[in-house]
């Protein structure tokens, strides 16, 4: 009978460090489930600049301000004779137009480098006219003198040309260049900041070089 006794005791020892085996294997597993969460934003911390570049690496124009434009162009077109003025060959044209000029700049020329621990420098090139579109030209008036019919006729597609020519969008883009500046800021900010809302940022514009 003691014989048996021993056994059986030896047996549930046996079992009683199983147990506490798996448990321990259990509990293990547990913590480690419960650390795990913390590895994915470790390993965002070190994703940020990669992907804050590749935010940035725009190819495209990127348009930064839409203005309505709207005026009267006017014309004026008369005949001469062996250097003198023909009176009354006068004519005078008057072009109303509307349309909405697109200004931004080439997204592929911008740059971002890092200055520092969570900081970046932002160099915006020069504005540039990108397009227009709701163009409307139509012919608002004409003052033709008696003898106008000596005179051509204006040359509408012309005029239409002088009021999109590369003088008329660059003093669009002057007389806009503050807000262009605002709204370049705003538009690469609010993409970083997209990604990481802690980092501090400088602009350094091309028209200041």
């Given at each position: 009978m003691a014989e048996t006794t021993t056994t059986s005791s030896s047996s549930g020892t046996n079992k009683g460090l199983v147990v506490l085996l798996v448990l321990a294997l259990a509990a293990a597993a547990f913590f480690a489930y419960q650390a795990a969460p913390t590895l994915p934003f470790l390993k965002d911390v070190v994703d940020r600049d990669s992907r804050t570049v590749a935010s940035l690496s725009r190819e495209e124009q990127v348009v930064l301000l839409s203005l309505g434009i709207?005026?009267?162009?006017?014309?004026?077109?008369?005949?001469?004779?062996?250097?003198?003025?023909?009176?009354?060959?006068?004519?005078?044209?008057?072009?109303?137009?509307?349309?909405?000029?697109?200004?931004?700049?080439?997204?592929?020329?911008?740059?971002?480098?890092?200055?520092?621990?969570?900081?970046?420098?932002?160099?915006?090139?020069?504005?540039?006219?990108?397009?227009?579109?709701?163009?409307?030209?139509?012919?608002?008036?004409?003052?033709?003198?008696?003898?106008?019919?000596?005179?051509?006729?204006?040359?509408?597609?012309?005029?239409?040309?002088?009021?999109?020519?590369s003088e008329a969008q660059q003093e669009y883009i002057d007389s806009n260049e503050d807000i262009l500046r605002d709204q370049a800021e705003v538009f690469y900010t609010s993409i970083i900041e997209s990604v990481d809302p802690d980092v501090t940022l400088t602009f350094d514009f091309g028209q200041d070089r």
């Open positions: 709207q005026g009267i162009a006017e014309r004026n077109e008369k005949s001469s004779v062996f250097g003198f003025d023909v009176p009354g060959s006068g004519r005078a044209t008057f072009l109303q137009y509307e349309f909405n000029a697109k200004l931004g700049l080439e997204g592929k020329d911008v740059t971002i480098e890092p200055t520092g621990e969570d900081s970046f420098r932002i160099t915006i090139p020069e504005f540039v006219f990108i397009g227009h579109d709701n163009p409307n030209f139509r012919l608002a008036a004409e003052d033709n003198g008696v003898l106008s019919w000596i005179t051509p006729e204006a040359d509408t597609v012309d005029m239409i040309n002088n009021i999109l020519d």
